[in-house]
């Protein structure tokens, strides 16, 4: 029942894959609250230049033929059914936006037992990949385009020993609440915090880089990228 340890630190939530994968959460604990922090900071500050990944209309195109022809794993309406997300292998989860048109990779998860979405409101939901007896991984969305994630809380039933194996993970948020906008987790330290939803667009890196560190640059957001040959870019996205 060891899972696979989600890294939230401020380079890793900037970095998110161009799909979201869901992942097992297994290892070591290395999240600091610090880290979640300033990534909440960061999510909030980016200006319009944040990147929305949103899929073509053949994209679109596509998954509303499956609607209609009821061949989908599963599907979730938002409250006033103007959005949803569906499922299409039962191990994804694609927004899409029935008035735009347009849809966006929440997840997409080829290992998972099965992917599933519930939402909190119009425009916020959880989706998570159930992946053993009491072991959870769960992803939270904002629309059109935000992904995010709790640190992950460990249980031990049997013993409090901090050093011993924890019995079962997850990272399900104990609150979310639309109206205030705002979420609360456990830290890493097993203590409760509470954030504020992010509201802009999660930035994607290019295809096979992931994140050195991000900086301000004459109020320019710069993220310095590396591959796994070495190789650099810095990529400066606009003001914030």
Same mark, same amino acid.
Request: proline residues 5%.
């Given at each position: 029942?060891?899972?696979?340890?989600?890294?939230?630190?401020?380079?890793?939530?900037?970095?998110?894959?161009?799909?979201?994968?869901?992942?097992?959460?297994?290892?070591?604990?290395?999240?600091?609250?610090?880290?979640?922090?300033?990534?909440?900071?960061?999510?909030?500050?980016?200006?319009?230049?944040?990147?929305?990944?949103?899929?073509?209309?053949?994209?679109?195109?596509?998954?509303?033929?499956?609607?209609?022809?009821?061949?989908?794993?599963?599907?979730?309406?938002?409250?006033?059914?103007?959005?949803? /997300? #569906?499922?299409?292998?039962?191990?994804?989860?694609?927004?899409?936006? *029935?008035?735009?048109? $347009?849809?966006? &990779? @929440?997840?997409?998860?080829?290992?998972?037992?099965?992917?599933?979405?519930?939402?909190?409101?119009?425009?916020?939901?959880?989706?998570?990949?159930?992946?053993?007896?009491?072991?959870?991984?769960?992803?939270?969305?904002?629309?059109?385009?935000?992904?995010?994630?709790?640190?992950?809380?460990?249980?031990?039933?049997?013993?409090?020993?901090?050093?011993?194996?924890?019995?079962?993970?997850?990272?399900?948020?104990?609150?979310?609440?639309?109206?205030?906008? /705002? #979420?609360?987790?456990?830290?890493?330290?097993?203590?409760?915090?509470? *954030?504020?939803?992010? $509201?802009?667009? &999660? @930035?994607?890196?290019?295809?096979?880089?992931?994140?050195?560190?991000?900086?301000?640059?004459?109020?320019?957001?710069?993220?310095?990228?590396?591959?796994?040959?070495?190789?650099?870019?810095?990529?400066?996205?606009?003001?914030?």
């Amino acid at each position: 029942m060891r899972l696979k340890r989600i890294i939230l630190s401020l380079e890793s939530v900037i970095t998110l894959a161009d799909h979201l994968i869901l992942k097992n959460i297994r290892g070591r604990r290395i999240i600091l609250i610090c880290q979640v922090f300033l990534t909440f900071i960061l999510l909030n500050w980016i200006d319009s230049y944040a990147q929305l990944q949103s899929n073509n209309s053949t994209s679109f195109d596509k998954l509303i033929k499956k609607i209609n022809a009821h061949t989908l794993c599963d599907i979730k309406y938002n409250p006033s059914k103007t959005a949803a /997300i #569906v499922n299409d292998d039962c191990r994804s989860a694609i927004y899409i936006n *029935f008035k735009t048109k $347009k849809t966006y &990779t @929440i997840a997409d998860d080829k290992l998972a037992n099965h992917i599933f979405a519930t939402w909190i409101s119009d425009i916020i939901a959880t989706v998570e990949n159930s992946c053993g007896t009491g072991c959870a991984n769960v992803v939270i969305f904002v629309a059109p385009a935000v992904v995010f994630a709790c640190p992950v809380h460990e249980y031990r039933i049997e013993s409090l020993d901090e050093h011993q194996p924890p019995d079962y993970y997850h990272n399900r948020p104990l609150l979310i609440d639309p109206n205030r906008k /705002i #979420v609360a987790c456990y830290d890493a330290e097993n203590n409760i915090q509470v *954030f504020p939803l992010p $509201k802009k667009a &999660t @930035i994607h890196p290019p295809m096979g880089y992931l994140s050195e560190k991000a900086e301000i640059r004459d109020n320019k957001l710069t993220v310095i990228y590396k591959n796994i040959q070495g190789k650099i870019q810095n990529i400066t996205y606009g003001k914030i």
